[in-house]
């Protein structure tokens, strides 16, 4: 089943009066429930604009022919206000950001428990939910330090805990690894991995890190705000060990 | 907790936006409390005046303590025009020789008897300890005395208190009334009649008997009668007299309770800009360091609503602090110096509950105003370009 759905998916962007970019140009793209996606190609692509908009982030074009279709989970999409898409949001997705994002006056554990509170889990339960979470990342002994205190490796692995901590339909991550070092970027790309295989948690990664997209079930490349190209891994059975990181097995789709 | 750990991010800021409030606060609530200590006289005043008028010399004219004697014999003269009740003659001398020069209500001797009135006075006086006066005690040295008096003096009942040089046993102290009384003492007229006199100078007290002076007199109205009518008769009357009425006190007090009440909302005006604008400032550094945090928040799915309720209760708490001390500092000051002015009388603050409820409530609210601009510019960013932002 499809976990999610665009046609005909635009954005232009006015820069002034008489500028604007069309950094989307008319993209349809299925995401199916459990699959690992990366969305990978240049600077200027347009892979982030299909993130925010696949991510709720922003809104598709409205005017434009043919009109634009986004549905996640089978729910219609494009007509959501500012506030349902922040609803969809709290409660339906998860994301992880190249520069971790963590409010840097909270705590690890408020920071999950943060997204949880927006989620409309009251305070007591949101503590809990966050604690879990932190301990399937194995930083349950990190809960009560900051930011600040963290390593980087540290830090990403907090904002997934924070991704999870509602159990989202869809994990999107925007370059999760683009400021990890290797080892810890490894690290990091093995425990989406794990979830994806464990939980059949759907995720999208947007990257330019070849080995983000080896690790993914699928690769869709961009050029010039439209997809250009769907890489889907061979059908065989999936390695179960992390070693499939570093084994890139594809075929053209 | 979280917002007071936002708070403290900028420490020095924090510190000096809060200062700010607190001076504008600790200004509000000093000009309030002396506002409602002159507000608490006025009004006691025109109570004091309602249902009355009071007659004295022309020469002594408007209010205050009667220093021109007036023959008694004009209160038999009003007595027996139309629409008057009663008439109350009275003698009234400072309490001290020397001139009162300060703030506040001076002490004052007043001689009446007891009965004069015919129960027709309001003001409601009552003994705290031992009684009040009778019309039996006229020709005797009895004194009731007002709270704050006795208290100053350190004089209990049963004992003998000096008033201008004679020995008054006090048989009565009164219940605190918060206003003129608390300062007074009381005496029969003919007692207070015969101080009156020594107050004259000698060459006109020499031709005087003090059984027939007066320095002033309450007339009380018949039920439904024409007061204006009675003060141009009484104003009429040969003996060239005065009239003062409640609305004519009113009118005359009144332009300077208006001034103190436009420094109290000048004040009020002055902390609320200066006080809502540094708020507004600071919110609005605090938004644009924390542009990009605003957009993790709305891009994991903080609302709006949740981000302007975030940022305006921590605009709140700036007020509230802001507020508290702004009050302490005022209470200190307040106590402080009544407590240097109660020596000579003179009280000059009355700090009461509502005011100080007031004053936190307004800070309160004024912070909580001056944070919706920076707070509803914070919900509105784009979650996407607040992410980009370093």
Redesign the interface.
């Given at each position: 089943m499809a976990m999610l759905e665009g046609r005909n998916l635009r954005k232009t962007y006015r820069l002034s009066r008489r500028n604007s970019v069309e950094a989307l140009a008319g993209v349809d793209i299925d995401i199916e429930t459990g699959e690992m996606v990366a969305i990978m190609g240049p600077s200027g692509s347009g892979k982030s604009t299909l993130m925010h908009i696949l991510g709720l982030l922003h809104a598709p074009d409205r005017e434009s022919e043919p009109e634009a279709e986004l549905r996640i989970g089978g729910q219609d999409m494009t007509r959501l206000s500012d506030s349902g898409r922040t609803r969809m949001r709290a409660a339906g997705m998860g994301f992880v950001f190249q520069s971790f994002n963590l409010v840097p006056t909270l705590t690890a554990l408020e920071n999950v428990a943060l997204a949880a509170e927006y989620a409309g889990v009251p305070g007591r339960a949101a503590q809990s939910k966050a604690r879990d979470a932190l301990a399937a990342v194995g930083l349950a002994d990190r809960a009560d330090h900051r930011p600040t205190e963290l390593s980087g490796g540290e830090q990403q692995r907090v904002a997934i805990s924070r991704s999870l901590v509602n159990q989202p339909k869809l994990l999107m991550g925007d370059e999760p690894t683009g400021n990890l070092d290797t080892k810890r970027s490894t690290e990091v790309l093995a425990m989406l991995r794990r979830l994806n295989e464990e939980r059949g948690q759907t995720i999208v990664l947007v990257t330019h890190d070849p080995e983000v997209g080896a690790a993914c079930d699928r690769i869709v490349r961009m050029r010039d705000g439209l997809i250009v190209g769907n890489e889907r891994r061979a059908l065989v059975p999936r390695p179960r060990r992390i070693d499939a990181v570093s084994t890139p097995a594809l075929v053209m789709g | 907790m979280?917002l007071l750990?936002?708070l403290s991010?900028r420490r020095l800021r924090t510190t000096l936006t809060i200062l700010g409030i607190t001076i504008g606060i600790w200004a509000l609530v000093v000009f309030a409390s002396m506002a409602n200590k002159v507000n608490g006289y006025v009004s006691s005043g025109s109570d004091y005046y309602v249902g009355k008028v009071i007659v004295s010399d022309a020469s002594t004219g408007g209010i205050g303590v009667g220093v021109v004697p007036i023959d008694l014999a004009v209160a038999d003269e009003i007595r027996a025009m139309p629409g008057v009740a009663a008439v109350d003659p009275q003698v009234q001398v400072p309490f001290d020789a020397v001139e009162f020069s300060g703030f506040g209500m001076p002490s004052i001797i007043t001689g009446r008897v007891a009965d004069a009135d015919q129960g027709l006075d309001r003001s409601g006086v009552e003994a705290a300890q031992g009684r009040l006066l009778t019309a039996d005690d006229e020709g005797l040295l009895v004194t009731v005395l007002g709270s704050d008096l006795a208290r100053e003096l350190g004089i209990a009942l049963g004992e003998s208190v000096d008033l201008r040089g004679v020995a008054f046993e006090v048989v009565g102290i009164l219940a605190p009334t918060l206003s003129s009384p608390d300062g007074s003492a009381m005496v029969p007229l003919a007692a207070g009649q015969a101080l009156f006199l020594d107050t004259l100078p000698p060459t006109l007290g020499a031709a005087l008997d003090a059984s027939e002076l007066a320095s002033q007199m309450i007339v009380y109205p018949a039920e439904g009668a024409d007061q204006a009518a009675l003060t141009e008769r009484i104003d009429a009357l040969p003996a060239k007299l005065s009239t003062m009425t409640s609305a004519d006190f009113d009118q005359q007090v009144g332009s300077t309770t208006l001034i103190f009440n436009a420094i109290i909302i000048g004040v009020a005006v002055i902390s609320l800009v200066v006080g809502g604008l540094s708020v507004i400032n600071t919110m609005a550094m605090s938004v644009t360091e924390r542009t990009?945090?605003i957009?993790?928040?709305?891009?994991?799915?903080?609302?709006?609503r949740?981000i302007i309720r975030e940022l305006v209760a921590e605009a709140g708490v700036i007020g509230v602090i802001g507020g508290v001390l702004g009050l302490a500092l005022g209470a200190i000051v307040v106590l402080l110096a009544n407590e240097a002015g109660r020596s000579s009388g003179t009280i000059l603050f009355d700090l009461t509950p509502l005011t100080a409820l007031f004053a936190v409530a307004f800070s309160t609210i004024l912070g909580m105003v001056a944070g919706i601009v920076p707070a509803w510019s914070a919900a509105r960013l784009?979650?996407?370009q607040a992410?980009r932002y370093e």
């Open positions: - | 979280r750990r936002e991010r990009r945090e957009g993790i928040k709305r891009a994991i799915g903080g609302s709006r949740r784009d979650p996407v992410l």
